[in-house]
């Protein structure tokens, strides 16, 4: 686990405002047009909250959904 | 897609057609490319480009009559280019041709009778393809004819050279043998002892050499042109024989001989003599070449003309042959100038995509970036309209569930707004149950204009009798152009309803996209344009200064010549002076068409930026999208209503693009106003439950990413519900996530005071969950 609450990249700290505590790298299961996938993303611990920062919703997961709407 | 359909699209593109040149040869030497490598100073390459075609190059780059040069494009601005010298120079300079290569050897031979120019071009022909051959020549030694014309015109050492190729493909000569002659073989014995037989046995008549030959009345053999067979089966014959002796071409002797042993080859192989050989032979070129734009100019001429081009006098000749090709509509649009290449091969990657099992569509993006707005057609000289491919293309997708959602997602649900309660109206005028007129002023203008919108509304319903009522709503248009045409058919479908419920009344549309839809979609409605009904404005007074703007007409008005004389005759009562941009027929499109903004914004600003290029002045058109893809390039460019009905700008043609988020509040905007102005209904303004701040900035991120406000306040109203939310403890901000659609919308804000300050925006569409 890295740093609780470190965004990517380092530049941001995010914390979940409803049970007050640090997010935590944690196994989450993205999906798209019936296809899922493992990843690590920052979540709240507690609520199970997950963090897509704006670097993976324009970057990464941007170009995947691309690539899974031409398939 | 219907395949066959899309062979006859293919077919209709002739960019991948030979050139005039190459066409009239009649062995389709590549002469573009030949003078492409003298152009380059390549000479041995133009000399092996046409070794490729011909098989004894010396001989014919000196006698070749060069048929291509009276087609020659050049010669339509200037004199052809010198394709028959340039060849002479290649053979000159060129270095000796490469030799070449043999198929390996067969079992079948074949014997040629006749030492010339066509019977030697049959046996090398049949050679290289790997038939052994036996050429009998009566004379002494090979290609007599050619042996007694000027060494200027030939010189001895071009015969040997050719000859010397023919050496290396092991054709066996026999010279000083004549058929029928006694110790000689007869015609039978040949085809007795040979698989096939050409007969090259120059002109005149040729009795009794075979009593299976028919003949002709002139006593010469009877010869299918197309195949070169006589009434024997084993036997053709060919070359200066079924010439006229007056009339002899070394480059059609040849072609007979190339011609003959296609057609040996393909008996010895056991295939059809004729199918598929129509494109054999001189022909005429389809190949369309515009010439505009070429200065004329002469040819080079050789300082010393008996010895012909020398190399560098080669390369300024070969320097005048024009770029033959079409591509006529890809140098008038962006999007088919972007994916450098042509239709021709545009439709056969789409096809490919339509139809591919597995695997990457790699043309979806391509089909989805046409803005369907039919120049190509309009420019192309077979008519060939690649919108219509395009479109097809986008239905077949949907059809297979293979349309990428995100592609018109936000246009979608942008025209399922346009249609629900939140700007839909079907209204007879107050107190009216039916009306003679109805407004229809459609989605854009409505979102860019809504001022303009009432205004018209109301002028309509002091000039027109009959009573004049009001439709809110969307044409379908963003329906029928994502591909969607049962949604598209369903819009026209309920259209319909409401036009026959208010009393069939004339449709008066403000948009041209609108118009174009309603007269295609439905045609027993009475459709008419806004320009052709409203009254024109009050004539300027007597010092008042006339100006100058560049008409753009949308491209939905194509061959909509009364609506665009309209518009022009308002513009002059209005006190202006047209400036034309283009040739009426050839207008194009601000890159919206087709919903290609969306799918492509790349494509769609090249489109709006050439056209915004092509004047100085400012431009005038009769379409809110138009004007403000004009406007968001920083072009200055008026809509027709803000010279007819006035606008509450002091410079006009300076107004910002409203962008997506304030489209979608005038729109709901303009219908509560006109229920409260005109029907007198309580529709108050709907207070925002928060009120947001954002800055030009964030609203700019918000445009680019196709974010409404509308779409954060509900994100931000969420996370204020629900307490569901991040928190920077550094700078305050908050983080909230909420997914109203298929789309997750990300906001970072802060509370102040005075409400909640958005900071930035983004957005995902793949779900995820913690495990």
């Known amino acids: ?53 704006e670097a993976l919703a324009t970057g990464k997961m941007l170009q995947a959904e691309q690539a899974l709407e031409d398939k | 897609m219907d395949p066959r359909s899309v062979r006859e699209r293919e077919a209709q593109c002739t960019q991948e057609s030979p050139p005039a040149c190459t066409a009239a040869c009649p062995v389709h030497v590549d002469a573009r490319a030949l003078v492409d490598k003298v152009q380059k100073g390549d000479l041995a390459g133009g000399l ?34 010198r394709i028959g010298a340039l060849e002479r120079a290649c053979a000159e300079h060129g270095g000796p041709a490469p030799p070449r290569v043999r198929q390996p050897r067969k079992r079948k031979r074949a014997a040629v009778v006749g030492g010339g120019l066509s019977g030697l071009a049959a046996a090398a022909e049949l050679a290289v393809r790997g038939y052994p051959v036996e050429v009998l020549e009566a004379g002494p030694a090979l290609l007599p004819r050619l042996r007694g014309l000027s060494a200027k015109v030939l010189p ?135 010439t505009k734009g070429f200065a004329p100019s002469r040819a080079v001429a050789p300082a010393d003309p008996s010895r012909g081009y020398d190399r560098e006098e080669a390369v300024r000749e070969a320097g005048r042959c024009l ?53 190509c057609a309009a420019v192309c000289p077979e008519k060939l309209p690649m919108g219509e491919v395009c479109l097809e293309a986008r239905q077949s997708m949907v059809a297979k569930g293979k349309m990428p959602p995100s592609t018109h997602e936000f246009a979608l649900q942008d025209m399922a707004f346009s249609l629900g309660p939140g700007f839909a109206l079907a209204r007879p005028p107050p107190g009216a149950d039916s009306c003679a007129t109805l407004f229809f002023p459609g989605c854009q203008l409505s979102g860019s204009s809504p001022d303009q919108v009432a ?58 996209s609108c118009h174009k839809v309603l007269r295609e979609g439905l045609p027993q409605v009475p459709v008419e344009p806004l320009w052709t009904r409203l009254a024109p404005p009050p004539p300027p007074g007597p010092g008042a200064r006339r100006r100058s703007l560049a008409i753009h007409d949308p491209c939905t008005t194509r061959g909509d010549v009364a609506v665009q004389e309209a518009v022009r005759r308002l513009l002059a009562q209005a006190g202006v002076d047209v400036v034309e941009l283009n040739e009426r027929g050839l207008e194009t499109c601000c890159g919206f068409g087709g919903l290609v903004r969306f799918a492509n914004p790349e494509v769609a600003g090249k489109m709006v930026r050439r056209r915004a290029g092509e004047s100085a002045a400012d431009y005038v058109t009769y379409c809110a999208t138009c004007r403000d893809s004009f406007a968001r390039e920083g072009k200055r460019a008026l809509h027709l209503l803000d010279l007819l009905v006035g606008t509450d700008q002091a410079d006009p043609a300076a107004r910002p693009d409203p962008g997506l988020s304030r489209r979608r509040e005038n729109r709901a ?29 964030v609203l700019a991120v918000l445009e680019r990413r196709m974010i409404l406000v509308e779409d954060v306040r509900k994100v931000v109203e969420h ?15 908050f983080l909230a996530a909420h997914r109203p659609v298929e789309v997750t919308y990300w906001v970072e804000y802060s509370r102040t005071d005075r ?17």
């Open chain 2, 323 to 375: 770029p033959c090709q079409c591509l006529e509509c890809v140098k008038v649009c962006e999007y088919l100038a972007h994916y450098k290449s042509y239709p021709r091969r545009y439709i056969r990657e789409i096809y490919n995509n339509d139809t591919i099992l597995m695997g990457a569509h790699l043309a979806n993006r391509m089909v989805n970036s046409c803005t369907l707005c039919g120049l």
């Open chain 2, 719 to 733: 996370a204020e519900r629900t307490g569901q939310k991040l928190e920077d403890p550094a700078t305050g901000h």
């Open chain 1, 1 to 53: 686990m890295t740093t609780a609450g470190q965004g990517e990249g380092g530049e941001r700290s995010w914390a979940c405002a409803r049970c007050k505590v640090p997010l935590v790298q944690g196994k989450v299961t993205v999906s798209y047009l019936g296809n899922e996938f493992p990843l690590e993303l920052l979540r709240c611990p507690s609520c199970g909250f997950v963090l897509v920062s």
């Open chain 2, 669 to 697: 905007r303009l219908k509560r106003r006109l229920l409260r102005e005109v029907w007198g209904e309580p529709a108050g303004e709907e207070g925002a439950s928060v009120e947001l701040e954002v800055s030009p900035e």
């Open chain 2, 455 to 512: 205004e018209v509304y109301a002028r309509l319903r002091a000039q027109l009798p009959g009573g004049v009522g009001l439709f809110l709503g969307c044409c379908g248009a963003p329906a029928r152009w994502a591909g969607r045409e049962e949604a598209f058919r369903g819009v026209l479908c309920s259209l319909e309803e409401a036009w026959e419920r208010l009393g069939r009344p004339v449709i008066v549309t403000a948009c041209s």
């Open chain 2, 156 to 290: 001895a050492e071009a015969i040997e050279a050719d000859l010397s190729a023919l050496d290396r493909l092991e054709v066996v000569v026999r010279c000083g043998v004549r058929v029928g002659d006694p110790g000689a073989p007869t015609v039978d014995d040949l085809a007795e002892r040979f698989d096939a037989v050409y007969l090259a046995v120059g002109p005149g008549p040729a009795r009794g050499l075979s009593a299976a030959l028919a003949l002709a009345g002139d006593g010469r053999i009877e010869i299918d042109p197309l195949t070169c067979a006589t009434s024997h089966p084993k036997v053709f014959a060919g070359g200066s024989h079924r010439q006229a002796p007056a009339a002899w071409s070394s480059i059609a002797s040849l072609q007979d001989g190339v011609r003959a042993a296609v057609s040996i080859d393909r008996l010895l192989q056991g295939a059809s003599l004729t199918a598929r050989r129509e494109g054999e032979g001189p022909l005429e070129s389809r190949l369309y070449v515009s």
């Open chain 2, 48 to 81: 092996s480009l046409l070794a490729r075609h011909v098989p004894f190059p010396q001989i014919v780059a000196r006698l070749c009559p060069h048929p291509c040069e009276p087609v020659c494009k050049r010669g339509e601005v200037g004199e052809p280019v």
């Open chain 2, 755 to 771: 409400g909640v300050v958005v900071h930035n925006a983004y957005s995902h569409r793949m779900q995820v969950a913690a495990q």
